[in-house]
Structure formats: C-alpha cells, structure tokens
C-alpha cells in the first residue's frame, strides 16, 4: 500500500507560481511513475504531467513550458513546479502512482492517490 500527501497549494496571482509536493510512503517509490492531475468544478479530471522511474517526463499541451515535475527519490517526494499561472489552471491537483515504472496520461492507469491540493489563480 502506498500513501501519497500533497501539498502546496493556496491561493495566487495570474503569473505567479507556486510548488507543489507529493510525499509517498513505502520502499519502492524510486521504481515507480507518478503523476499529477487536476480537476475543476464542473470539469472532468486531466492529466497535467508524469515522470516515469528513470525521470523522463511527459506534459498536457496546455502546461507545456509552464510546468516542471520532477522526483527526489531519496525524500520519496515529486514535484510539480508551476509558473506563469493562469485563472484557467484553478482547480485540485492530485498526485497519483503507478504499480510500474513507465508513465502514463490516463487516470485509469495509476493505482494510488492522493487527497488532492487546492490551487486557485486569481486574475
């Protein structure tokens, strides 16, 4: 069983930035991929961003050279670093792992979750 918490969250100014964490519990944090995803009120959840077990990384379009996510295998911890915010980025964001190494864009392939942190972006 993995345990994920985010955090990092809060409330700033269209292009700001903010840093969010996602602490997991468990050995086998380095072997595995983890993503973030966020959803808006009213709005499906999507995939914002993933790194697989060796840091290859993968963006939505829409976060493309805004978003950073990086892992620290060391602190179990990844990363979603987030400049140039947007109103249009307001939503919870969620960190998820999977049960293998390579990366994913689909909800439905990731066996973990987290609770979710709230990011609102004001204009």
């Known amino acids: 069983q993995v345990q994920l918490v985010e955090s990092g969250g809060g409330l700033v100014q269209a292009g700001g930035s903010l840093r969010l964490s996602c602490a997991a519990s468990g050995r086998t944090f380095s072997s595995r991929a983890m993503g973030w995803f966020r959803q808006a009120p009213g709005k499906e959840r999507e995939f914002v961003a993933t790194?697989?077990?060796?840091?290859?990384?993968y963006y939505a379009d829409s976060v493309k050279g805004r978003f950073t996510i990086s892992r620290d295998n060391a602190k179990n911890t990844v990363y979603l670093q987030m400049n140039s915010l947007k109103p249009e980025d307001t939503a919870v964001y969620s960190c998820a792992a999977r049960k293998w190494g390579g990366g994913g864009t689909l909800a439905n392939m990731y066996d973990y979750w987290g609770q979710g942190t709230q990011v609102t972006v004001s204009s």
């Open positions: 790194i697989d077990w060796s840091g290859g990384t």
